[in-house]
């Protein structure tokens, strides 16, 4: 029956008596998977998250719109003219989220786009310009229930910004709006669950957005003179309001009929004729076999618009068990039942084996799992989305044709942020075919003559992959792919005129992969990914002229394995065995889930047991043997780590590591750049153990912890550019990527910071200047440091020497940076200093931003003092070679150092 309240419909199926028997059909259309309580055309249907919930905003839809409105620009336009804009506010990529808020529920950040399509009125009729602007959100959301199927919460978008520089229509079109911006937007949001526990979410949701655009015409164009600023506030919208009623579904049929329901319960049993196995084929769904079980005992669950699925529970040490099984005529079987499983890894009742047992999938090494929610149809959806993308560990791309000859650009790159997801039946594999937005995150390394070329550029491309068939609900799913298309260029950078990058079979480029997919847990648990792609690929580029890439141009081609995850095929297998030396009779007394080339203990019938097999990187096969009685002996094989005595002899050379020598062995923990003392953040705590560390003071924060720079295992000194990573994670900057933050990490900012690396830096006149230029032995000598014509400078560190002399020395007593100098290069601006005595060495850096100057800019103080004996002339110079005299800039590029003048003086 359908009930109407309140406008909204409830609707009760109706019970009837049927019969128990081996095959019924149910109606095709009643129970279609296409079937859906939402009115056609419009709906916004996203999955469960895995937590009862959703994420938001909501993917895989066709975004907010404004289906009964325009965003509109007026001010700065002819009289009488406007431009009506219609808005799709889509494709979000790269969503955060964490508690808090000015809601009290969840702040997301992402990224989207707005697709705009501008029409002009009056006198700019005719006027038809679609734009794409990338913009970066915040959005904040109120309280809700997760596993309630019905969460309705407040909403409100706190920030919206995005510009377009270098448009053919606009030298500037800039959008902004939210509450945070002072443009109060809210909204709200309102979740509708689909089916039972687990199944996907109907989203109805709106914000009342509060917007300004901004706009300058370019010159030459349409709008050339013209520039103004409009606000406006308009609803925008997705999914379908909740208030409406869905269309009535057909008649409720009983899954299982032919034997009376009543005949389930005779002699006073509880039990109900239940589904027992079903086929899916096309969306239809047919109940083939019907069993007598309790009502909360293991079956099919077969609901409308959802994919069937065992639940229920099962007696103690037996669990609810789902068998699927490929149709010759297409689609599957799927049949529930409970059956017996061994409830732990362990031997068997003989004491001969291991017990069978289904292992979880061991953990894969730190950063490289990949675990992926089920889409709520059994599998997943390609490419995998929230794991840390495809990369090529053991192997780089390359640029070769065009470079001078030597020379090479290394290029390690990252495949990720998958965004604008669409998947559909086809391809030629014969499986389906996936169209998506990504990113290539390139970090560019010259060698040869291009040694000093290094940057990090973030490029968007569109992909389409192919992949093979796949049984959907089946617990390992295996076929083939194939990268198809991948292309994407940046044109205008500081060192590219041009730089594309192309692959994929449907370019005549053949790039073969594989993907298998290994159910985590029981049904509607996440699958474990291990996915590749062979790509062959190529990369064309033309320098920029000016920049070190200027005059140069050329493509290079490569094959290169790109991968995600690690595979998984644990075992159940013996840890121990007991020997007995006296009749030889082995037992397996332990067992554990082991990759099976993994270390275990073995026995060669005649033999004592011993160990065999492989350990992760860090540790060894160890075997332990203890006597346990008369005669018997046990063998134990376990990876541990190699023993060690200090901190030093546990360097992994990876500065994202924290590495530690404890009673166990070496251990290396993910820890957050920059936090050198460990407390879980970074703060002035962390500023001062690394300007301790350049004095080499480290009784507080060790040696290898404050080697913070280069990436990715630190260069075994102590320097500026530690003291400038400390600074920069203390800014939030992620300055090695590594996967344990600052959080959020931040590749593309630090990108940006490094993005002026490779351009040409104007040299700086280093200038010494002495309180006076002749002395008497026993005296002390001050000598200042200055800087000429610093520009985009960020740190600094100095080192002078004294030499020559007829005899006696002139002895460096102190060294100091004197903040309260009239010229002190980052007077007004945060900043730290370091001394190091011990090597002659002072350092000075801005904790935020760079400094410009065009005189004489203050750096240090050097005082020698005059041996007793000392006699002649002393010549005082800047050092050079190692532990030298070096000036960065804002990008952590060298500034080059003209010849410095050297100083004299005459001791007497």
Sequence with gaps: MVKRTGGCCIIRNLHRPGHCATRVAVAAAAWAFATSPVLAGVPCIVPDNGGGTINLPPMGCNGYVSPDDLHEMINGLPLGSTIQVDARHDEFFNPMHMPGGSLGGEIETFGSFLNMQMNGTGALAGYNHPVSLQVQCETHTG??????PIQSFPTDMFMLQGQTLGDPDFDLLRITGGTGFGMPSPGHTTLVRQGGPGSPYAVDSFFDVFYRIDFVGKPGGPLGGMSGSTTGTIRMAIGTPSGFCPPPPPPAIAACTGALIQDCAAGGATEFCQPRCVQVNQGGVTVVQCDCREPQECHVEVLP????????????????????????????????????????????????????FACPPAPSPAGAPCVVPDNGGGTITLPPAGCNGYVSPDD???MINGLPGGSTIQVDARHDKFFNQNEGPGGTLGGNVENFGSFLFMQMQGTGPLAPFNRFIGLQVQCQTHTGPRTPGSPVQSFPTDMFLLQGQIMGDPDFDLLRITAGS?????SPGHTTLVRQGPPGSGFAVDSFFDIEYRIDFIGRPGGQLGGMSGSTTGTIRMAIGTPVNDQCIPRCMDHDLQTGQTSVVDCECRNPNECHVFQVPGTVPFCTGGCPTGTTCNQTVQTIGPGIVRTCCDCVAPPCTTQADCDDNNVCTWDQCTAAGCTHTLTIYGDVNHDGTVDIFDILCVLDAFGGVFTTCTALDTDLAGCPGGDGMHDVFDILGVLDAFAGVNSCNCPGGPSPASPVSDAALRSDAGRAVAPVSLQLVPDRTALRAGQDLIVHVYADGVADFRGYQLAVDASGGRRGTLQLRNLEVDVNHKDYVFENHENYRAQDLSSGRLAGASGAGSVTSSGH????????????????????????????????????????????????VQVR
């Excluded at 449907?506 to 053949?510: A, E, L, S």
């Excluded at 110079?877 to 080059?896: F, H, Q, Y």
């Design 305 to 356: 618009g959802v994919v069937p699925f065992c639940t229920g529970s099962c007696p103690l040490n037996e669990q609810c068990q789902e068998t699927v099984t490929p149709l010759a005529v297409g689609g599957y079987q799927l049949c529930c039942d409970c059956v017996p499983i061994a409830v732990d890894c362990e031997p068997d009742p003989t004491f001969t084996q291991c017990d069978p």
């Design 857 to 904: 800019a203050y750096l240090g103080s050097f005082t020698f003092h005059a041996s007793d004996d000392a006699s002649g002339r002393f010549r005082l110079a800047v050092r050079t070679g190692d532990e030298a005299t070096v000036l960065v800039g804002s990008g952590r590029e060298l500034i080059p150092l003209r010849p410095a003048t050297q100083l004299t």
């Design 143 to 148: 309280p809700r229930t997760p596993g309630d």
């Design 506 to 510: 449907g370019f005549g480029m053949p």
């Design 396 to 398: 780089l791309h390359e």
